[in-house]
């Protein structure tokens, strides 16, 4: 167990609809990251915060957003979904600003129909 | 664009055998490489990590080697044992702190 949680474990929508995923990073830690796994993509990085601020961002797109709260869970926002963001979201966390050991949660398996 | 190409896709290996995973990169920039190991049903959890300066990495019957002037580096499981049936994954950090992973390695190791 990483210390990393997610909620919900699944998700089934339908287009067009929006979800928001959570994820509260292990005690201590202020870095907090999300990943998109799919079959054909493999993983690919979204979007990184610090501490309440945004630090990296990857290949998120538009319709996606993502905040950390003071208490440093996260959510992570997907809006006008289509069948394609089906996948697999984990978020990581590591203790610092600069990435080296990340620590990965179960993930969310969503599925749009 | 895949930063990190990673292969063989799937690798079946008899118990006690090495099973050995190989990535190749492009970013001269990239600072640090670690491998993650994911079961199903989970996340990916760390392996083993190696830093650029440093040319072979052993931890247990996990051993890096880094290959800096070919760009590439691998991962080498010395008597693979059925519980190592996982996906494993190379990674590599750019400065902009952002990670690019390979697309991952199905290992199965037979009793």
Not at chain 1, 89 to 108: D, H, I, K, N, W
Not at chain 2, 14 to 27: L, T
Request: charged letters at 15%; one cysteine or more; glycine letters at 8%.
């Amino acid at each position: 167990d990483s210390g990393v949680t997610q909620t919900p474990k699944h998700l089934i929508t339908a287009t067009g609809q929006r979800v928001t995923l959570r994820c509260s990073p292990r005690s201590g830690d202020l870095s907090v990251y999300w990943y998109q796994q799919s079959l054909d993509q493999g993983l690919q990085f979204l979007i990184q915060y610090y501490n309440g601020e945004e630090r990296a961002k990857g290949n998120i797109l538009e319709r996606f957003s993502a905040q950390q709260f003071p208490d440093l869970h996260s959510e992570l926002n997907l809006s006008s979904l289509e069948l394609g963001d089906s996948a697999l979201y984990f978020c990581a966390s590591s203790p610092t600003r600069q990435v080296s050991e990340q620590y990965f949660g179960p993930g969310t398996r969503l599925t749009v129909t | 664009q895949q930063q990190v190409k990673q292969s063989p896709q799937s690798l079946i290996v008899q118990k006690g055998g090495i099973s050995i995973i190989n990535c190749a990169y492009e970013n001269t920039a990239f600072d640090y490489f670690p491998w993650y190991q994911q079961f199903p049903g989970k996340g990916p959890a760390l392996l083993i990590a190696i830093r650029p300066d440093v040319s072979e990495k052993k931890e247990g019957r996990f051993t890096i080697s880094f290959n800096k002037s070919a760009k590439q580096f691998s991962l080498h499981i010395m008597d693979s044992q059925p519980g190592d049936s996982a996906t494993y994954f190379c990674a590599a950090r750019a400065s902009g702190n952002q990670f690019y992973f390979g697309t991952g390695t199905s290992l199965t190791v037979i009793p």
